[in-house]
């Protein structure tokens, strides 16, 4: 015997009762025998509710009533052959004057009783099944509707009504041996008490039907067949990522359900899970799929939770004060009093001191609760025993479940770091002695982006997804883009890893997509969107968006981007930037960004600053944090200039191969921003202050190449002839190092804090003798590398590099997620 249930959604339509009858089809081929219970159809009871609360209201609209009449006519005359169509209208428009009779009593006498409203809500299973059955009856055979409350026997408790089990199971045992060869078809939801009366079974009343009748007839299995795909791992509406369980035990269902799952609601299963029924929850769309089976047991699985579950409209009432300590029966008196009203607590968290209780209660009972407890210890709050009762609202609940929790270490600190990486704040804290369920209270809003964030952290066989904000599409951003393009696969596949583009902006035009913007056409996307530049929005709206696993990447040189990247770290966004500007102007603004950034647990990764592709910052940290001692650091990190002095030889003047560099793109539009040293004083700077050192900018001791009447020239034309002009005061440094079997390097050297940058000659015997095309080199002398310092050297300029640097920290930011 199997008992399927079958939800509103699934009999809310011709198309959905017509997936019906072939799921019933399919059975009785396999020789199963079976018993549907059904629900209205979907948004029936809403409209029934309605009708009934309007009317006692006076307002009773007969227009309600004739569209509750249609929908119903409407799927005979679509599924029920010409011939059987009156009979099953006749029946049907019998029960819509009934209800319309109630209706109009309600209007007259202007009350809604409990009994009444439950008899009215009782037309919405009647209905349905009325006609399903009729439907079966013609399609697979023998179909009979049955109403349920003429064999669930409940107490009087309108509205959400207590069954009496034994009797129940007594009657529907008696009523299958009494149509042992019949289709039945039952009525969810609805019951009636001993006087005859319809009584209703609450939230969740059609599963709780079928799960008495699975217990009373011992079924194999109860089915709930609804419009998903079985129990997911979190709100696929929530969590795009969110996929179907294949298993859960009768625990683990109901610590989901209780917190949000609505596929199933844990009360309505208990009868199943008395006599160990395996509860099977199926999607009536796709009925091939294998669903969630819920059972005793819960199988083995390569996960320490089975699902996150979230609750929204919570808020917390925080019990507290010296006269709670060692006080013998308050906390009796606390929940027997909101007990006695009625008064369902979610969640209770009590410090080990015992000077305060927190409870999460539903945000529509808080001020209720509030002031229950207000008027209860009125003499306590008098005396000073208590303080003023608190209430915190705006408030969501996200519950990780999973029966191998109390098997795995770690499972809290992986999702307390999840949450706080995030930026989201934990306000309560609940985990039972069973170790199934560990809840947390945190702010409504936050509540999508912590069960992403949760559900990326503990599902790692699926990709992780990195939200980038990109600011700056030109020669590096644009770069950095196209690789992302070309990589977005190989990320995937090889590291688990998946880079939305959210938002984009160039100095005139910005544009955000939370689905992502594509790689391949955002520059048809960029040119073609609406939203003008606004660095102040654009942050705004990364903010509003709230995401999680956030990255703003910083591809500009621009002096404005870096004023707002406190307001990121604030944001628990973490950067990454290839703009040199915010960790080399003030000490103190460096200081400020560095220590911010650490206080909200972020990232703030700069690789690109000091040597475009080369992991020098990562190399320095390194040694750092390993306890080793700096002693002296020697580098050039200008490729523009290495270019320079590599090719400064033969007949070619300083300034043609200044002109070849900037040709190339090696060299800013105007080739002095790289040759006045000022770029590369920067990057000396930022290696300083992350050795530790506190230096100024006016600090470093910075040797120019270029005379005065170059750097003074009025344009980069001008700037040319100057050279030109000056060709013999570097034809002389040329000619000396060429007599001295030396090369010419401008060397950056940190010694005891002290910066130095100078032009020098060096022999073969120098590590920098060696240094061709555009390379970089630095040298760190350490007390762990001091007789053969350690050496970094390659490319040191172009976009290639230097995007495929912003690249490298940002993998490194989804790695370290």
Known sequence: MKILKFGGSSVGTVDSIRSVVEIVKKEKQQNHQIILVASAISGMTNLLTKMSEEASLGKFNEKDLENFQHTHFEIVKTLIEIADQNPTLTKLKLLMNELEDLLQGVEILKELSLQTKDLIVSFGERCSVLLLAKVLDQEVGNAISVNASDYILTDNHFGHANVYEEITYHNIQQLVQLHQNKLLVVTGFIAGNTEGRVTTLGRGGSDYTAALFGAALNAEEVEIWTDVNGMMTADPRLVKKAFSLDSLSYTEAMELSYFGAKVIYPPTMSPAFKLKIPIVIKNTFQPDFKGTRIQFHSEPTAYPIKGISSINNVALINVKGSGLIGKLGFSGRLFSLLAQHQINIILITQSSSEHSITLAIHLDEIEKAKKLIEEEFVLEIKAKWLEPIEVEENLGIIAIVGENMKQTIGVSGKLFYALGRN????????????????????????????????????????????????????????????????????????????????????????????????????????????????????????????????????????????????????????????????????????????????????????????????????????????????????????????????????????????????????????????????????????????NGYQVEAEDVIIDTILPKSCLEAKSVSDFYQALELENDFFEKIKKQAESEQKVIRYIGVLENGKITISLELVDAQHPFYSLSGSDNIISFTTERYKERPLVVKGPGAGAEVTAAGVFADLVNISSIR
């Open 423 to 690: 930026g989201i704040n934990v306000r309560a804290i609940a985990q039972g002695s069973s170790e199934y369920n560990i809840s947390v209270v945190i702010n409504e809003k936050d509540v999508s982006k912590a069960l992403n964030a949760v559900h990326d952290a503990f599902f790692n066989h699926l990709k992780k997804t990195i939200h980038v904000f990109n600011v700056g599409v030109g020669n590096i951003g644009s770069t950095f883009l196209n690789q992302l393009e070309k990589q977005k696969d190989f990320l995937a596949n090889n590291n688990d890893i998946e880079i939305k583009l959210i938002g984009l902006s160039n100095s005139k035009k910005m544009m955000f997509n939370e689905n992502g913007i594509s790689f391949s056409d955002w520059k048809n996307a960029l040119d073609d969107s609406k939203i003008d530049a606004n660095l102040d929005q654009f942050i705004e709206q990364m903010k509003q968006l709230n995401l999680p696993n956030c990255v703003f990447v910083d591809n500009t040189a621009s002096a404005e981007v870096p004023k707002y990247y406190k307001r990121i770290f604030e944001h628990n966004i973490s950067v990454v930037t290839c703009n040199k500007i915010a960790n080399s102007s003030s000490y103190e603004s460096y200081k400020e960004l560095k220590n911010t950034a650490r206080k909200y647990g972020i990232d703030f990764l700069y690789e690109t600053n000091v040597g475009a592709g080369l992991p020098i910052i990562s190399v320095l940290k390194d040694l750092r944090m390993s306890g080793d001692e700096i002693l002296k650091v020697e580098a050039i990190l200008s490729g523009t200039i290495s270019y320079i002095f590599n090719h400064f030889k033969g007949e070619k003047t300083f300034a043609e191969v200044v002109k070849e560099a900037q040709e190339l793109g090696y060299t800013e539009p105007d080739p002095r921003d790289d040759l006045s040293g000022i770029d590369f004083m920067r990057k000396m700077l930022i290696l300083a202050r992350d």
